[in-house]
């Protein structure tokens, strides 16, 4: 069982250039949803969806695009790379139920933009 | 807003000894609380969750979590550390609609032989 899977794993950037973070997962979750890990800062949530669809921005969603036009598919898009994007990403997926269900990670994917 | 305050920022133990990393929420309801390993270079692990009822809950690996809700606390602890729990812990509150977490900004453990 595969899990969430992301691609890539690492990726180096020019500033402005685009780029997209891919995010599958099998389990065939409703809810989705992308962070970034910062230095100091924990987790925070960039964007989330909660079915094929729908759509909404978390706490950080500025410079990052996503859609989610399939079920297991939720892919992270940076339109025009700033060196503010350097960061861990981690897509995750979680069961129907509410907040109390284990929410599933990815294993990251590591991003420099220089 | 739900929040979520580790006060540690790096804890340093020796091998052996006890472990106590603490955790303090805010949430107006009754939370859903998390505790996350990340050991470097690596994704998150589920240590364990409380949602209700016994206020201390078992973990995987040999850790434990209690619950105090007159304290907004969350602590995670572990009787005895090995050297292969040196890593960086986040604790988090469910809140909102669906499933969307918030997390604290971790505490990096490190472990002396």
């Known amino acids: 069982n595969a899990g969430v899977t992301q691609t890539p794993k690492f990726q180096v950037l020019k500033t402005g250039q685009s780029m997209t973070l891919q995010c599958a997962q099998d389990m065939n979750h409703e809810y989705m949803s992308w962070y970034r890990q910062d230095p100091g800062m924990g987790l925070r949530l960039i964007h989330y969806?909660?079915?094929?669809?729908?759509?909404d921005q978390g706490e950080v969603p500025n410079g990052y695009n996503v859609s989610r036009s399939t079920t297991e598919d939720f892919p992270l898009r940076l339109l025009s790379a700033a060196p503010s994007q350097t960061s861990v990403y981690f897509c995750a997926s979680t069961p129907p139920g509410g907040s109390g269900n284990t929410i599933y990670f990815g294993e990251g994917s590591w991003l420099t933009v220089v | 807003a739900q929040s979520v305050t580790q006060p540690d920022i790096h804890i340093t133990v020796s091998e052996g000894a006890s472990l106590e990393l603490r955790c303090n929420y805010s949430?107006?309801?009754?939370?859903?609380l998390f505790w996350y390993v990340q050991s470097p270079g690596q994704g998150l692990q589920l240590l364990l969750k409380?949602?209700?009822?016994?206020?201390l809950v078992q973990g995987i690996k040999g850790f434990e979590a209690e619950f105090k809700r007159s304290q907004s606390s969350f602590n995670l602890r572990k009787p005895s550390v090995h050297w292969s729990d040196a890593a960086e812990y986040f604790c988090?509150?469910?809140?909102?609609?669906?499933?969307?977490?918030?997390f604290g900004p971790g505490t990096r453990l490190s472990v002396l032989p």
């Open positions: 969806s909660v079915g094929a669809g729908i759509t």
């Open positions: 988090a509150v469910g809140a909102g609609y669906g499933q969307n977490f918030v």
């Open positions: 949430y107006g309801a009754t939370p859903y």
């Open positions: 409380y949602f209700s009822g016994d206020t």
